[in-house]
């Protein structure tokens, strides 16, 4: 068990619809990564937050969002969903805003998009 | 592109063999981590190193990071079914907050 806990674990949605992702990182763990990992794309890095601010944004869509709030805790907001959007959604939290330290991974919500 | 890539991409080996996973850059990264994955779940991280040449050990995995810190590797010896599962590496820089992951070896053990 990481310490990091994503809810739900299996998420099932129509085309057009929005859905949230929701992410506790581990205990003392500022920052808070969101992946998205498909079968042809690998794992790619979506957006960051530490203690409550953007700290860095990688290939997210404008149609997705994110935040995280005081208690830490972190949302990633999906809206007018393709079904190209399926995928496995990580959440990875770390100590330290900077990249060198290591990142503890969530168990993942899986989205199909139907 | 992928800041690291990974070789090979797909690895089918009988148990009991050795192998080795590569983890290659043309930047350099202040530490690398190593993580295994299994379908469904996420990653969970076997190792970080953080020391051009630094070489550590676990079990009968040892991980290598280069001395110019672009590249790492990850040896298995004798590889048991239990070791199937994707495996990744992540460098993260001095700078910035990106962790930044490789294309990733798909590691399957016959038993």
């Known amino acids: 068990d990481s310490g990091v806990t994503q809810t739900p674990k299996h998420l099932i949605t129509a085309t057009g619809q929005r859905v949230t992702l929701r992410c506790s990182p581990r205990?003392?763990?500022?920052?808070v990564y969101w992946y998205q990992q498909s079968l042809d794309q690998g794992l790619q890095f979506l957006i960051q937050?530490?203690?409550?601010?953007?700290?860095a944004k990688g290939n997210i869509l404008e149609r997705f969002s994110a935040q995280q709030f005081p208690d830490l805790h972190s949302e990633l907001n999906l809206s007018s969903l393709e079904l190209g959007d399926s995928a496995l959604y990580f959440c990875?939290?770390?100590?330290?805003?900077?990249?060198?330290?290591?990142?503890?991974f969530g168990q993942g919500t899986r989205l199909t998009v139907v | 592109t992928q800041l690291l890539e990974q070789s090979p991409q797909f690895l089918s080996i009988q148990e009991g063999e050795n192998l080795t996973v590569y983890c290659n850059s043309s930047?350099?990264?202040?530490?690398l981590q190593w993580y295994r994955q299994e379908p469904g779940e996420g990653p969970v991280l076997l190792v970080t190193?953080?020391?051009?040449?630094e070489v550590k050990k676990l079990k009968r995995l040892t991980f290598q990071f280069g001395d110019a810190r672009k590249d790492s590797s990850l040896h298995i010896t004798a590889a048991q079914p239990g070791d199937t599962g994707l495996y990744l590496c992540?460098?993260?820089?001095?700078?910035?907050?990106?962790?930044?992951f490789g294309t990733g070896t798909s590691l399957t053990v016959i038993p």
């Open positions: 990875a939290s770390s100590v330290q805003s900077r990249g060198n330290t290591e990142a503890f």
């Open positions: 205990s003392g763990d500022l920052s």
């Open positions: 937050y530490y203690n409550g601010e953007e700290r």
């Open positions: 930047s350099v990264f202040s530490s």
């Open positions: 190193v953080v020391t051009g040449g």
């Open positions: 992540a460098g993260a820089k001095y700078t910035g907050n990106q962790f930044y």
